[in-house]
């Protein structure tokens, strides 16, 4: 007897390569669009880092200030002529006009004086700035050289001037001035450095620098 033959099946489908080739293709693809983006973020996150950093040429710039620096104060020079300035001491105000000097005589063809060197006169026009009324009196008042003598006014010679001096024993109301002479009698040829004006001869006094 010959054994019967089983039921027939049909041999195993072929698997489809083309199918297989784009599965893979499409598989390549989606990787490297995969890879792509990766780089791109890489690259795009680089470029924002850099662009919050502060440059290197703006951090190593030096900071300035928007507050202007105050100007340097110019040192005061000392006054070396106070010819036309006012000068105080106590109630007077005292503003030597003009100097005069190698004046050999004083007074008039009557009376008169003749100096032993010769006579500086210092015009100074003195005001009353207090509320009673002082003496001016030229005897109060000091003259000093470069050399640092000083030289009492001549009081004979201030009394021949009479009313042109106005310097001795001045009676001088308040807010009231006068326009006084006072004579001093120097060696000739002197170098005055200053004048010292007193309200009083009990007053500190004030320096009036001058230059001849």
Sequence with gaps: ?????????PPPPKKNSAAKGCLIAAAAGFGGLVLIGAIGAAVGGAGDSGSAATPPAAASAPQHSTTA???????KKPVVNGIGREYRDGKFAFTVTKVKK?????GNEYVGRTAQGR???????????GKE????????????????????????????MGDESKAFLENINPGNGVHGILV??????????????????FSGGVKVPLHS
């Design 1 to 9: 007897m010959h054994p019967q033959p089983g039921p027939y099946l």
């Design 69 to 75: 620096e105050p100007a340097k104060k110019q040192a």
């Design 102 to 106: 190698g004046v050999r005589r004083v």
């Design 119 to 129: 006579f500086v006169l210092v015009y100074v026009t003195v005001v009353n700035i």
């Design 133 to 160: 009324a002082r003496t001016f009196d030229s005897s109060s008042q000091k003259l000093t050289d470069t050399e640092g003598r000083q030289f009492d006014a001549d009081s004979e010679a201030t009394i021949v």
């Design 184 to 201: 001093f009698d120097l060696p000739a040829g002197v170098s005055l450095k200053s004048l010292e004006l007193h309200d009083s001869p």
